[in-house]
């Protein structure tokens, strides 16, 4: 999961964890001012002289205890809002809708501060999510970390958002993510950007977009695809891309002879799989027939 199957499920996890949390925060806010009303009525039976003697310390547990209320009360707004964004944010994976939400400069690949600001319940578990999975993610059956990007072909590259680790210029490059700053962007002739949730394809269209523009990079240096992981985005416009270029003639072989060899973490969920048919129909099969 994460990769390309069920991706919005980590943000459904992350909305019922903060749900979790936020009740289990109020709850224990309801017994912390059961606590409070029962000392109350407890100092109120207490001799005067006895409350006047206790002044100076009950002055800085008082300080204490707001500053106890204040923290209990950041916290629960957090939890809420965290709720409610990661929430939305599931939706709209499955809707395949709110590409530009997060505030990405599609000439740039910048994510501007505001959005870290905003949607930072998002951000933070998303980056500590994708480092994990990128130190730990292992090729199977040989167990080997699996690369940064992988040269599929010659000249032709998948990858995910740590690609900047090779250290190499580009021809061009297409960056299918919503969630990262493009790190390649000095490095590169060109810069196409196409926003997707992750596990989300691109439209056939777009898919028609980036193979065209990849196929020109192409004639600059070599092109890398990258996604967030380098597995299921990147796979379905690089399928795309090796058509448009010559290297196969559908974008099924494009992918178990061209991309699968090179890199065996490449995936294709059902949606990926039948933007690319559609894209095959209308792009490459249908003006053949004209």
Not at 118 to 127: E, L
Not at 200 to 216: D, I, M, N, R, W
Not at 253 to 265: L, Q, S, T
Request: aromatic share 8%.
């Amino acid at each position: 999961m994460g990769a390309v199957h069920g991706c919005h499920l980590k943000y459904v996890g992350l909305s019922a964890l903060s749900v979790a949390g936020y009740a289990a925060l109020a709850s224990e806010q309801l017994l912390l001012e059961d606590a409070a009303l029962i000392l109350a009525r407890g100092l109120r039976a207490s001799s005067a002289a006895a409350v006047t003697a206790a002044g100076s310390e009950g002055g800085g547990a008082g300080l204490l205890s707001a500053t106890a209320a204040l923290l209990h009360l950041s916290t629960r707004t957090v939890l809420g809002y965290s709720a409610v964004l990661n929430g939305g944010i599931a939706v709209l994976f499955k809707l395949r809708k709110g590409m530009g939400l997060i505030g990405k400069d599609p000439r740039t690949g910048r994510i501007p501060l505001w959005s870290y600001l905003i949607y930072a319940p998002f951000h933070v578990p998303t980056y500590v999510y994708t480092h994990i999975h990128t130190l730990a993610g292992k090729n199977k059956p040989a167990k080997k970390r699996v690369p940064v990007a992988s040269e599929v072909q010659p000249g032709w590259w998948v990858g995910g958002c740590y690609s900047h680790e090779l250290n190499r210029d580009w021809g061009g490059i297409v960056d299918l993510t919503v969630e990262f700053p493009e790190s390649c962007f000095d490095r590169s002739e060109s810069y196409l950007c196409i926003p997707t949730w992750d596990g989300v394809p691109a439209s056939p269209a777009q898919l028609e977009e980036a193979a065209t523009y990849a196929a020109k990079a192409r004639e600059r240096g070599d092109v890398l695809i990258h996604c967030a992981h380098g597995r299921g985005r990147s796979t379905t416009v690089m399928c795309a891309a090796l058509v448009k270029a010559g290297l196969y003639p559908t974008w099924q072989e494009a992918f178990e002879k061209g991309i699968k060899p090179g890199r065996p973490v490449c995936k294709l969920n059902s949606k990926m799989r039948q933007a690319l048919t559609d894209w095959q129909a209308d792009y490459v099969d249908g003006r053949k027939m004209k």
